[in-house]
């Protein structure tokens, strides 16, 4: 029997509606929630996530500050905005959009960001807070994932989950929230150290993709009635389409004949990811009210 879709766009919009709200008591009271974006250089997949976060900014009320530079920028020039950016009260949350120029350090960058308005979520403090659990911004992805495994309602506590990837926006900080007291899960982290894949991947309860590449996740690495999240946003090559690629997540869709339950590439996971974001404005601008 073919997987359950879970629909990443219905329950973002959920959170979305929520933040709508928040923005507009906010509003109110005399604030309106701000987030700085900041892009620097004109890669397409940066540009296009930049133009969805303004998007969604405006139709929850709130104002999105698109801060556009030049690749060329320098990295002190970016440092001195960020300062102004924390010292401007009416900005509530700063994004810079990854990856930056590659003569940038994008850890000095993240760390110089005031952790009240870092709404990534990626910076030393925020890290620090989630892993302690202590109150604090937790990163978008990894927490929409989280919530869209307590929206289908299968029980987390006690399940195996297997993440592939470990990366630092995506893998580790979710397998963290994951192992915590609240949500109680078992994670098997895996990379591309780990030996023979699928021996980890046919025990998941709950497997969760997020790689990098496209269709990793063949339909017999799973176990049957598994839940899958596929977190992959991969640009493939397509001539039939019309900007020349179509987009492709970690997991063979082939898998949906495997799986209990699977999100959708585009549809599933992408759409929590900027719905968390607003989250997180709101909190920031809450924070100051
Ligand atoms: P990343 O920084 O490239 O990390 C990829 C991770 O996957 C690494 O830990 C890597 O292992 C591991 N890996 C790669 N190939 C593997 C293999 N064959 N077997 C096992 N592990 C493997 O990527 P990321 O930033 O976490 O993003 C992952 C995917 O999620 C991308 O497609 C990205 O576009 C997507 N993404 C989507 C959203 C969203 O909103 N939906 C948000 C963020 C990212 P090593 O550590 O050993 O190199």
């Known amino acids: 029997m073919a997987a359950h879709i879970i629909d990443g766009k219905a329950v973002s919009l959920k959170i979305r509606e929520e933040a709508k709200q928040r923005a507009a008591v906010l509003r109110e009271k005399g604030t309106i929630p701000c987030l700085a974006v900041v892009l620097a250089g004109e890669d397409p997949a940066s540009l296009s996530y930049v133009k969805g976060k303004s998007k969604a900014l405006a139709e929850a009320g709130m104002e999105g500050r698109d801060i556009r530079l030049s690749a060329a ?31 940038i350090d994008e850890n000095k960058v993240i760390t110089a ?3 009240a308005k ?11 807070n989630m892993i302690l659990g202590r109150p604090g911004f937790l990163p978008c992805t990894p927490h929409g994932v989280l919530v869209l495994l307590r929206e ?33 899960a078992t ?32 339909p017999e690495m799973v176990k049957p009635g598994a839940v899958v999240i596929d977190v992959g946003v991969n640009r493939v090559p397509d ?11 970690d ?9 209990g339950y699977i999100t959708p590439v585009p549809g599933g996971v992408g759409p929590m990811t900027i719905a968390m974001l ?12």
């Open 187 to 218: 994670v098997t982290v895996c990379h591309t150290g780990t030996k023979d894949l699928i021996r980890h991947t046919l025990q998941a309860d709950i497997l969760i993709a997020a790689a990098g590449k496209p269709a990793l996740i063949k």
């Open 251 to 259: 997991v063979d869709p082939a898998a949906t004949e495997k799986a």
């Open 118 to 128: 870092d709404v990534d979520g990626f910076h030393p403090v925020s890290v620090g």
């Open 73 to 103: 920028v320098t990295e002190t020039e970016l440092l001195a905005l960020i300062a102004g950016l924390n010292n401007d009260e009416k900005v509530h949350g700063i994004l810079v959009q990854l990856p930056l120029p590659r003569h």
């Open 239 to 249: 001539n039939s389409a019309k900007n020349g690629y179509r987009l492709c997540g």
């Open 113 to 115: 960001i005031d952790p």
């Open 278 to 289: 607003l989250y997180n404005v709101i909190q920031a601008a809450e924070a100051k009210v």
């Open 152 to 184: 289908i309602k299968i029980p987390l506590s006690g399940a195996h989950t297997v993440m592939v990837g470990r990366s630092n926006i995506v893998g580790t900080p979710l397998a963290n929230l994951l192992t915590r007291r609240d949500v109680n």
